[in-house]
């Protein structure tokens, strides 16, 4: 039997890699009240069964540190709902659809995390990354810089990785963190991946605005841009120490 698409909630939830008894737990341990929520409760939430109330969704939110329009996407009935590993070709439209398809992304990331471009400044996206970071050792996540971060809070994000891991370090014999930036004016790219999926930012749908469009990609494909990015990063100046990162944005250091 297939199994059917994954929610949000859910993968959330399976990112921390927590029992639905650790997550219930997790969210009793913010409330400053008993929330009388138990581990069935939790399971009808992800499994779309039940809609979550304002009250516990506030608390989901503050456990998982993910905003109420990427947890709940799917229970609103969102244009893109929560896709499963290694699902086809799909377009995402508006913003809080390819927002929340691009969390799903590092979420998802077990072994590599593969990011691209020079503009992110979605705090909640950011911090997703340096959680996923944070919460597996092990996983492999390469930066590759399309010129100097265009803003602050992607400069304090690449900021808060190397603080996070050391790049000269070796978990196991191999390096975790690499960040680069391509300075001979190639065209930006725009595109988050992991050995399971992938999202592309295209042209937007709505107007001049270019980030509220995506393509998400299957497994097969998402292995080819992981394999990108590698090949990018391989060709560029390397931007691995703090100073670095400062010189880079233009900060004094």
Known sequence: MKSGPVSSLRRAR??????????????????EEPTGLTPSLLSAWERLKIRTSARYRTLCCKVYKLPAEVLFADQDGGDSPAFPPGAGLRLVHPYPALFAAMIEVVQGARQALVITGSRSRESAYLDSIVQALADRPTLVHHRVLYGPPRNRVLTDHLLALIRLRDPSERTGGVKTLHIGVVEDDQPERFFVASEREAVIVVPSLSGVDPFDTGIVLGEDDAGRLVQHAREAYAGSRRVETAATVRRLAGLDD
């Open 14 to 31: 399976q990112s921390k890699n927590w029992t639905l008894e650790q997550a219930v737990a997790a969210i009793d341990e913010v409330s």
